[in-house]
């Protein structure tokens, strides 16, 4: 009995570590497919189903984006290469694109 108690202890303490992620603060971050140039509404693969995007800057049939946002049952995407291009301005501790400096 006592062997009992303290597995169920274990378990709930160890599985309260994972949270479920859902709804749209879940899918900010992935990556999809794009299936449909995007310029700047297209359609993307996105964990096996297909989505409508918009994408500021143009992003070809087989590029990879990044979901930046989500509005309604359209995803906002950005290339990927546009993402790896972001940096943390060391002085002010604010996000900024490469080239362009602090604003």
Same mark, same amino acid.
């Given at each position: 009995?006592?062997?009992?108690?303290?597995?169920?202890?274990? @378990?709930? /303490?160890?599985? /309260?570590?994972?949270?479920?992620?859902?709804?749209?603060?879940?899918l900010?971050?992935?990556?999809?497919?794009?299936?449909?140039?995007?310029d700047?509404?297209?359609?993307?693969?996105?964990?096996?189903?297909? @989505?409508?995007?918009?994408?500021?800057?143009?992003?070809?049939?087989?590029?990879?984006?990044?979901?930046?946002?989500?509005?309604?049952?359209t995803?906002?995407?950005? /290339?990927?290469?546009e993402?790896?291009?972001?940096?943390?301005n060391?002085?002010?501790?604010?996000?900024?694109?490469?080239?362009?400096?602090?604003?």
């Open positions: 009995m006592v062997i009992e108690v303290a597995e169920v202890g274990f @378990w709930i /303490r160890f599985l /309260r570590r994972y949270r479920i992620a859902t709804g749209k603060e879940a900010i971050g992935s990556s999809a497919e794009v299936i449909e140039s995007c700047p509404r297209g359609r993307v693969r996105f964990r096996g189903e297909i @989505w409508h995007a918009e994408c500021e800057s143009r992003a070809e049939v087989g590029e990879r984006v990044t979901v930046v946002g989500v509005h309604g049952l995803l906002r995407v950005e /290339r990927e290469s993402r790896s291009q972001v940096y943390v060391s002085e002010s501790g604010r996000l900024a694109q490469h080239g362009k400096g602090p604003r």
